[in-house]
């Protein structure tokens, strides 16, 4: 992919280069490549974002097999869930386990997606920063939770047990 992005930043660079005077030569190339190169960085974030964000959109309006409503926003959660902090608890390895539980109280199962997301799940310290999600460790990028029951879910983080101040589940903060 980025060799094709250079060629063709070759391609259209050379094309403008050819049309140029040489008194216009050397800033004109430079600030050419500049713009294509930045329109076509940009238009493939772009392309990625939109592809990402259709795929959620398409995985929550679609049924899933198991009948789960699928849900990925502060708003769902509070609609469909109950959530708790059960406990903290320390890691050898520098750690912690913060323990979460989740109340379904609906005739059909909910299924938390994309935890793994940047935000989804990040844990608040003491002096109020900010650490993400350990990947690895058990850390599930979504979570079902049956319909009218419960689920404990430990959630892994490097830092330190006594260090938590907060954990927040997309953006909903809950206090050990």
């Not at 309006?61 to 409503?69: H, I, L, R």
């Amino acid at each position: 992919m980025r060799r094709t992005i250079l060629i063709a930043g070759l391609i259209l660079c050379s094309s403008a280069f050819a049309r140029q005077n040489t008194d216009e030569q050397e800033s004109g190339v430079a600030e050419t490549a500049k713009s294509v190169m930045s329109n076509i960085v940009s238009f493939g974030k772009n392309l990625m974002d939109g592809a990402s964000e259709g795929v959620v959109d398409g995985r929550k309006t679609g049924q899933s097999t198991d009948g789960a409503v699928l849900i990925n926003t502060l708003e769902d959660l509070n609609k469909y869930l109950e959530t708790d902090v059960i406990a903290v608890t320390a890691h050898a390895e520098s750690g912690c386990y913060v323990e979460v539980g989740f109340k379904n109280q609906n005739d059909f199962p909910v299924r938390l997606i994309d935890l793994d997301s940047s935000e989804a799940v990040i844990l608040i310290d003491q002096d109020g920063y900010a650490t993400n999600l350990f990947r690895g460790k058990g850390n599930p990028e979504e979570l079902t939770i049956p319909s009218n029951a419960g689920r404990k879910q430990k959630f892994y983080f490097a830092i330190e047990w006594d260090q938590v101040r907060e954990i927040r589940i997309l953006g909903k903060v809950m206090q050990p």
